[in-house]
């Protein structure tokens, strides 16, 4: 007998007969994952007569396309043909909202280095590769709109309608505050780095149908993207994802022009077609988290109370619109953070740049949102001379006390960030550890330490309203066997046990007899994107409406049987008690099946309560808020500008959660993720605008090693999701993601001390070793002594 | 004249398999995925820094088995011939989950997935010379594998609790160790292995002169050690490696000599082979030595290689360049001996021949009471590329500067002694105001480029910084450094 861990949250879950909701069950495939059987796509074997595609990425950021000669890559070993715009049938175009300014190839006009300008079609895939790199490219230069700043000089091109939030008379309320400060913090871009590249296998099939394999989280997107490219109906074109490895947001949208070349190809050549592009072309090649420079002017008394906030976010879009216009506008919704604002003015700057278009990245623009609000409070906290705690408890929303209102007009009904961040303060002895921190860093040593609690609160629900629908389609056996299905999909997040445990809860038996099932559009259509955090909220309510519908006909067909009342029946752990009668469940669908009874249903469900009115900037766009705090410290070395995160602790909110061993995972992977966002992830374009930290040799996502030695995690057992959520939980895949704030504002405390805490260091993101070291230098430069 | 073969022979799993057409630049993950169809092992880097393609092998090494986990995107199929590669396939036979995987599963160390097969056998290797693997071990087997989803809090706490779960004796690669041992040494058999695969070539030497006769008869042909970097040169470049000799087998080149006056490393012994005996005289070297590559890359790479690449910001060349090392190339001209810091001439200029390799490095004894410190800046601690690397060497008299070698990885197109900045303060007292004194001479020995790894204004400040650390450090002060020991 083997024993796992003694944390309750992950030991092995007890015998789980009666379906196991809210119990730590290990993720469906993990069995799989570790024995290396769990297939990705590329591990699916090929179907006879495979080929395979290479993109060709353009080699510079602007210009115009003076000529593309392809006839060396047509004559390489190999090749079957290329494709370039001209071979596209239907639109050019694979913009997720419509813009129709996101094509599958350029045609003249290179909007950024790495763009596709064609793909080619080979034997093997090493074939496609090499000969890809045989095209003679020519460029008529122009020169690249890199940055913002550049965007900005340049005219200030938007990809799409900006967005002001507004409430009371910022500019009134600043210019009477008794305290004013502005200023601005520049917060880096961030790749997604799943661990699995985007790849897509098309197989055409009967008259114009196709099948795609694709590691999408957004399978119907893919699905009207395909048929758009290739100017057919929507029936013809199936996708399926079994599972990705790793999507956190990255293939929302950006699995569309793999699917699509593929498809294209596979139509062409009459083929089936894989399309795995190599990490680099990528990272090239596929949009990324936004980057931000925030302007913010805040007034406020001599307590910190904020009393009027005016801020733009500008953000890095890229060359087009993709999904900037919602991105931006979570920023904007994040702004607030937990913070009341007693007037308020927030405008986005979606600005148009030549370089990849930015895209969804969990928590989608609302880090950016809260980081850049929590520089302020830090900001009125170096310049009032106190703990930023302190700062943020005297702003943090009122309850029902008119202090409850966000700048989007929403009331905030759920709020316990007060209890989570006393609860924390507590446990993580803050009070105690911040004076030591203090004292040790009073002796001017190399080596400065820093401490700092921030808290998060997160609106959960699509902003685009009609997101917020799912299906589930669930099916019985005469066995007794269930076939769950349902429109989210499966990147690691566990989605899949949480809405296996859901059915099986409904019927009351053991999670081994319900079969989870690959994602495909032709068993559940029009599917929203798993993301927003969003999943489980939506199947799991789709699924438990499914298995409800076949619930109430087997007690119905029940009830008149064995004639009792149907308040006499009951699922009970495997069985279903009718009266004073008890059958094994897969009796009872035997006898049910020999009285015709349908034993299939689709399930669907959409979010209550929320409405969205973006031209007033007004509305309750949140079905509720998920809440959470965390404490980290750091030390920094004053010569180097080297770092390490010495302790964290976490408190967070997932309401009543589905299953503590997932939820936690949730916490500490968006944790240290986001902390690579806020430290070593750095992406950086050179003078011709071409990204050149394009792989893991050059981008530095977190190791093992720079986990915080200490790193205790807890969820809010007390808590429960005030709104009917599935089984009172909480959505958790993006809220904590933006708790890494803490590392953020601790290395800051730790570069302040080099100037006695007088100024606030202005550090921006990511704190590279290189940005700590120049801060500490430039504060050293202010009279500090470093 | 050697005998000659055609084919290389290796266990992979169970299965004996030899192989008589392959490209010098197969990799073994393309080998095992495509041609065997064992999908475990995944591509997530295609150049040996995410680790989700790791597996192990086995080989002899001065007669014993060692088996090291390595990474298959960059691993090139000649390098091979004679060894036991072990996948992710091997570990769950049965159907029955390896101690390995049933703790992985228990501590919820998986998410995706996508990276699991290739920690699995990470940590199967850690696991193999250590059952009971601390903290840091394990954070140090991990520096090559990525893990995107979990925040690695599982993995580690799964890697504790090993012992819980078995100990390696009960392991079928501890149980069949004689057997694949005595398979493996049946396969030495002297010979010269030369694969074709069209116009391709691969040579395997089947010794130090072989390899000399073999690079006089292909003069300018790509010399493979560990492929750390020959194999990036394969999967991102598409650059024709052809006539290609692999030398990672050969015994003759992987001597560590215990030499009256210093330590002579033979060019293709390994990083993780070179640790121990480099700890013994030159503790300094501990720290920059677990931060080069990860696990796998030390395994893989050599320190002949890491020289003879020519980088401007290898690991080893600034470190060993302030110890005054030495350098021995040879060919079958016969062999020259020059200082390390000759060898590099110009960005991507070595003063070697077509037809000369780098045989050993020598690195002196130091002196007692001499005073050596390397130190190696990066974005992320481990498993990164330096910004900038400083290494001293200090000897005082008293006070005074007696000796002092200073050299400097990513400060220039090549590793070089910083000539100015020594010779302000030799002859001066070791003290601060000398320091500051000898501030300027830093923009006469360097003049540092920006780039994605740092700005030429962080490189400045921070070589300066790293001799006032030095500095600091020879003065005994305390607290100067990070301690992830200390802050648990």
Same mark, same amino acid.
């Given at each position: 007998?083997?024993? &796992? ?170 210019? +009477? ?67 990705? &490895? ?345 006898? +049910? ?156 405390? +730790? ?36 | ?89 091997? *570990? ?9 995987? %049933? ?19 990470? *940590? ?18 991990? %520096? ?17 609790? $090993? ?68 194999? $990036? ?116 200029? %070595? ?52 000796? $002092? ?61 790293? $001799?006032?650390?030095?500095? *600091? %450090? ?15």
């Amino acid at each position: 007998m083997m024993h &796992g861990p003694a944390d309750p949250h992950r030991s092995p879950p007890p015998d789980a007969e009666a379906g196991a909701i809210h119990q730590p069950v290990a993720h469906d495939s993990a069995h799989k994952h570790v024995a290396g059987t769990a297939p990705y796509i590329d591990d699916l074997p090929e179907r006879d007569g495979t080929v395979h595609a290479c993109l060709g990425l353009a080699p510079q950021a602007a210009g115009r396309i003076a000529s593309l000669d392809l006839d060396a890559v047509r004559a390489a070993d190999g090749v079957l043909g290329v494709l370039t715009a001209a071979d596209i049938p239907g639109a050019n175009d694979v913009s997720p909202t419509g813009a129709g300014d996101d094509p599958v190839f350029a045609e003249t006009a290179i909007a950024f280095h790495g763009q596709p300008l064609f793909a080619v079609i080979a034997a093997t895939r090493e074939q496609a590769r090499r000969a890809a790199a045989k095209a003679v490219i020519r460029i008529d230069d122009a020169a690249p709109v890199r940055d913002i700043a550049a965007a900005r000089a340049a005219g200030g091109d938007l990809v799409c309608a900006p967005l002001t939030l507004r409430r009371g008379d910022a500019l009134a309320g600043l210019a +009477a505050a008794p305290h004013r400060l502005s200023g601005r913090i520049a917060i880096g871009g961030q790749d997604h780095f799943y661990l699995e590249g985007q790849i897509a296998y098309a197989v055409p099939g009967e008259d114009q149908d196709m099948l795609v394999y694709s590691s999408t989280q957004h399978p119907s997107e893919v699905q009207h993207m395909v048929a758009h490219v290739l100017g057919i109906a929507s029936h013809a074109v199936t996708v399926e994802v079994r599972r990705m &490895g790793g999507g956190f947001g990255g293939k929302e949208t950006q699995a569309s022009l793999f699917a699509c070349v593929a498809a294209l190809a596979a139509r062409r050549f009459g083929r089936p077609v894989k399309l795995r592009p190599d990490r680099d072309d990528d990272m090239l090649a596929t949009g990324k988290r936004h980057d931000f420079e925030v302007d913010y002017d805040v007034g406020f008394d001599a307590d910190g109370r904020i009393q009027a906030v005016d801020a733009v976010f500008a953000a890095r879009c890229g060359f087009s619109a993709d999904l900037s216009g919602p991105v931006t506008d979570r920023a904007l919704f994040h702004a607030d953070n937990c913070y009341f604002y007693p007037a308020v003015r927030l405008r986005s700057e979606p600005l148009r740049t030549n370089t990849v278009s930015n895209t969804a990245f969990r928590g989608f623009g609302g880090p950016q949102g809260i980081v850049a609000c929590e520089r302020m409070i830090e900001e009125i906290a170096y310049r009032l001379g106190k703990d930023p705690l302190e700062v943020r408890k005297a702003n943090f929303y009122g309850v029902a006390d008119g202090r409850d209102v966000t700048p989007y007009h929403q009331r905030v009904e759920d709020n316990i960030v007060a209890r989570l961040v006393a609860e924390l303060e507590e446990s993580a002895g803050y009070a105690a550890r911040r004076r030591a921190i203090l004292a040790h860093n009073e002796g001017g040593p190399v080596i400065r330490r820093g401490i700092a609690l921030t808290p998060v609160k997160f609106g959960i629900s699509f902003t685009a309203t009609w997101y917020n629908q799912a299906g589930a389609l669930v099916h019985v056996y005469r066995d007794g066997s269930i076939h769950l299905n349902h429109g989210g999909t499966e990147m690691g997040q566990g989605l899949n046990v949480k809405v296996a445990q859901v059915a099986a809860d409904a019927f009351q038996v053991g999670l081994d007899r319900v079969k989870i099932t690959a994602t495909t559009t032709d068993k559940v259509p029009n599917t929203s994107a798993t993301a927003a955090s969003s999943g489980s909220d939506l199947n799991g309510m789709a699924a438990a409406d499914a298995c409800r519908q076949i619930v109430a006909r087997l007690t119905a067909f029940a009830a008149e049987k064995y004639r009792v009342a149907p308040e006499a029946i009951a699922f009970e752990a495997g069985t279903v008690r009718i009266g004073e009668r008890r059958l094994p469940f897969a009796d009872l669908i035997e006898a +049910a099946y020999q009285g015709r009874v349908h034993l299939s249903a689709a399930g669907f469900y959409k979010t209550p309560e929320i409405h969205w009115d973006r031209a007033s900037g007004t509305g309750q766009p949140f079905y509720y808020f998920a809440y959470g705090a965390a404490v980290s410290e750091v030390s920094i070395d004053t010569l180097t500008g080297e770092y390490q995160v010495d302790r964290v602790d976490i408190l967070h909110d997932v309401g009543r959660s589905l299953n503590p061993a997932i939820d936690r995972g949730q916490v500490e992977g968006a944790f240290i993720q986001g902390m690579g966002w806020l430290t070593t992830e750095e992406l950086w374009w050179d003078d011709a605008g071409r990204l050149r930290t394009h792989s893991p040799s050059t981008y530095k996502i977190p190791l093992a090693s720079d986990l915080p030695p200490v790193f205790n995690v807890a969820l809010a057992a007390w808590s429960e999701n005030p709104k009917r959520s599935i089984k009172r939980s909480k959505a958790v895949g993006e809220p904590p993601f933006m708790l890494s704030t803490s590392v953020l504002e601790a290395l800051s405390m +730790a570069v302040a001390s080099v100037a006695d805490y007088r100024v606030c260091p202005r550090l921006d993101a990511p704190a590279t070793p290189e940005r700590v070291l120049l801060a500490v230098e430039r504060l050293a430069g202010q009279g500090g002594t470093p | 004249m050697p005998s000659l073969r055609h084919e290389i022979r290796f266990l992979l799993n169970e299965t004996p398999v030899t192989v008589s057409e392959a490209a010098p630049d197969t990799t073994l993950l393309s080998f095992l995925r495509l041609e065997r169809r064992l999908t475990g092992s995944k591509e997530g880097c295609a150049e040996g820094d995410c680790g989700a393609c790791t597996v192990m092998v086995g080989r002899l090494a001065g007669g014993e088995l060692v088996y090291e986990a390595v990474t298959s995107c960059i691993r090139l199929l000649p390098s091979l011939d004679g060894c036991h590669v072990v996948t992710v396939e091997h *570990l769950s036979r049965d159907g029955g989950l390896h101690p390995i995987q %049933q703790a992985l599963v228990d501590a919820h160390g998986s998410q995706c997935g996508f990276c699991t097969p290739g920690i699995a056998m990470a *940590l199967y290797a850690l696991w193999l010379r250590s059952p009971a693997p601390g903290v840091t071990e394990i954070e140090r087997a991990l %520096q090559g594998n990525l893990c995107r989803c979990t925040g690695y809090q599982p993995i580690v706490d799964a890697a504790l609790s $090993l012992p819980r779960y078995g100990t390696p004796d009960a392991d079928p690669l501890a149980m069949g160790r004689a057997a694949v041992q005595q398979q493996l040494a049946a396969w030495q058999d002297g010979a010269r292995v030369e694969l074709a695969h069209g116009d391709a070539r691969a040579i395997l030497p089947a010794d130090g002169d072989d390899f000399a006769a073999a690079l006089a008869d292909n003069a300018g042909a790509t010399i493979v050690a560990g492929a750390t970097d020959v194999g $990036l040169w394969v999967t991102k470049r598409f650059q024709a490696i052809s006539p290609a000799i692999f030398i990672g087998h050969l015994a003759g080149l992987q001597q560590v000599e215990a030499e009256e006056a210093g330590l002579r490393l033979g060019a293709g012994i390994s990083y993780a082979q070179a640790l121990p005996h480099l700890l013994d005289r030159f503790p300094h070297l501990a720290e920059l030595w677990w931060r080069i590559g990860g696990d796998q890359i030390r395994s893989m790479g050599t320190i002949g290689g890491n020289i003879a690449n020519g980088s401007p910001i290898g690991d080893t060349p600034p470190a060993f360049i302030a110890l005054a090392a030495t350098l021995t190339l040879r060919s079958r001209r016969g062999a020259r001996t020059l200082p390390l810091e000759d060898f590099f001439i110009a960005y991507g200029r %070595q003063d070697r021949g077509a037809d000369e390799f780098v045989e050993s490095v020598f690195l002196p004894y130091p002196e007692p009471g001499r005073h050596d410190a390397a130190y190696k800046l990066s974005k992320r601690r481990d498993e990164d590329i330096s910004a900038v690397c400083g290494a001293f060497s200090l000897r005082l008299e008293g006070e005074t500067v007696a000796a $002092l070698r200073i050299a400097y990885g990513g400060m220039a197109a090549t590793p070089r002694r910083a000539a100015a900045v020594e010779a302000a303060l030799l002859g001066r007292p070791w003290s601060a105001a000398s320091l500051a004194g000898a501030a300027t001479a830093f923009d006469a020995d360097f003049q540092p480029i920006g780039d994605w790894r740092a700005s030429a204004d962080y490189r400045r400040t921070a070589a300066r910084n790293l $001799l006032r650390r030095f500095h *600091l %450090q020879t003065t005994g002060m305390a607290g100067l450094r990070l301690s992830r020991e200390t802050a648990a």
